[in-house]
């Protein structure tokens, strides 16, 4: 018969080598929402993650708002950096991913004030981009028109200049 303190030593032996287990199987994961890139690629949260896309590469979303064309529902998607950029993600119909809104270069990688839905217009934004620090431009205002989601179309508004 197994007295006392050899059925702690073998208690504790099985628990270690579970833990050691454990350990060995499972990879490092920091918790959390995914990782989105500035092509809007999502990727899982861990250390080799980390490491190839330092935080400053690192968008949160910042709203998400959905439109319809043709009977098909999609979603415009907002995400912002650290340094106050911010990236249009467009989720088509049946897509698994979102894909970076080609064509509005004037729009991509610029710091966007204001995002909204133009409600005169179906599948169309009003989008106030700031100025860059060395131009005459405080802010402009671009209507994005997405009533062909494959070839939007981005048009000035209204420009604001410095005094």
């Given amino acids: 018969m197994l007295d006392f303190s050899k059925v702690i030593a073998l208690a504790l032996t099985s628990l ?27 990727h899982e949260r861990t250390q080799e993650v980390f490491q190839q896309i330092p935080p400053q590469n690192q968008a949160r979303i910042l709203m998400t708002s959905s439109f319809q064309v043709n009977n098909k529902k999609y979603s415009l998607q907002l995400l912002k ?56 431009i405080l802010k402009t205002a671009y209507r994005l028109n997405l009533t062909n989601p494959n070839q939007p179309k981005v048009t000035p508004l209204v420009r604001v200049y410095k005094n």
Avoid at 20 to 39: M, Y
């Fill in 81 to 136: 950096f650290p340094n106050s950029t911010g990236v249009l993600c467009l989720w088509e119909p049946n897509a698994r991913l979102p894909q970076r809104l080609k064509d509005v270069s004037i729009i991509q990688d610029k710091v966007i004030e204001k995002f909204e839905k133009d409600p005169s217009r179906p599948a169309n934004y009003i989008i106030t981009i700031k100025g860059e620090k060395m131009e005459d």
């Fill in 16 to 42: 270690s080598f579970y833990g050691i287990g454990v350990s060995a199987l499972s990879k490092s994961v920091l918790a959390g929402e995914p990782i989105i890139d500035k092509n809007c690629r999502r």
